[in-house]
């Protein structure tokens, strides 16, 4: 059973529109939230965070919303940029999985100039 | 400052052999991680480490094994490779437990076993 999923496998957005990636997760334990960005051939790199105390985290043009409710979350960029084209991934953790992240499959972003 | 660096960048087995993934970070870290990325699919916790000197199971431990040399270095074992371990494999840092620390990862080791 995946208990975090990134149902759309990929998004295509134009440049300076905003691109919104979205994230569910069925495990109610789950309290801290991470985004990664990955670019092909590098390791991923840490994007933005949320603690489930917050419904909202702002880091410039990335914006990360949760629902608790609906268990899910949607990272916001805007403007979306060429150089934001590369695979999104969505983490969690909480409960038993305190001390470590399950991560979704992955979302490609693709921004066209 | 390097980061977390693996080695080796490629790899290529055939079925049976052995080899060790090595990881290092200079980030005074505690915690280290092993994960695999098959294609099409996020990242899946082989080992991690949450201090030197412990080790713990992920969601795919089965065909691994990790030893936790010293602070900064964290191996991955293939004992008898198989075709299903062909992926890709990164190792990761972070200052406290990855739930609430972001994770660090290195550039990955592209192990192909045939």
């Known amino acids: 059973d995946q208990q975090v999923k990134q149902n759309s496998p990929s998004l295509s957005v134009q440049e300076g529109r905003i691109s919104i990636l979205n994230c569910d997760y069925t495990?109610?334990?789950?309290?801290?939230f991470l985004w990664y960005k990955k670019y092909p051939a590098e390791g991923p790199t840490f994007l933005i965070s949320?603690?489930?105390?917050?419904d909202k985290n702002e880091d410039g043009r990335f914006t990360v919303f949760l629902n608790k409710s609906a268990k899910h979350l949607s990272l916001h960029i805007v403007p979306s940029q060429p150089g934001d084209s590369a695979v999104y991934f969505c983490?969690?953790?909480?409960?038993?999985?305190?001390?470590?992240?399950?991560f979704g499959d992955g979302t490609t972003l693709t921004v066209k100039p | 400052n390097a980061g977390v660096t693996q080695t080796p960048k490629f790899q290529v087995l055939k079925t049976g052999q052995s080899m060790t993934l090595q990881c290092a970070q200079d980030?005074?870290?505690?915690?280290m991680y092993w994960y695999r990325q098959d294609p099409g699919m996020g990242l899946r916790l082989i080992y991690y480490?949450?201090?030197?000197?412990?080790?713990d199971k992920g969601e795919v431990p089965n065909g691994y094994n990790v030893s936790r040399l010293n602070k900064r270095e964290f191996s991955l074992r293939l004992e008898s490779a198989a075709p299903s371990q062909t992926s890709v494999y990164f190792c990761?840092?972070?200052?406290?437990?990855?739930?609430?620390?972001?994770?660090?990862f290195g550039p990955g080791t592209r192990l192909t076993v045939t």
């Open positions: 949320i603690s489930s105390i917050k």
């Open positions: 495990n109610s334990m789950f309290d801290y």
């Open positions: 980030m005074n870290h505690n915690s």
């Open positions: 983490a969690a953790s909480g409960g038993t999985n305190a001390g470590k992240s399950t």
């Open positions: 480490s949450a201090s030197e000197g412990t080790t």
């Open positions: 990761a840092s972070s200052f406290g437990k990855a739930g609430r620390y972001e994770q660090y």
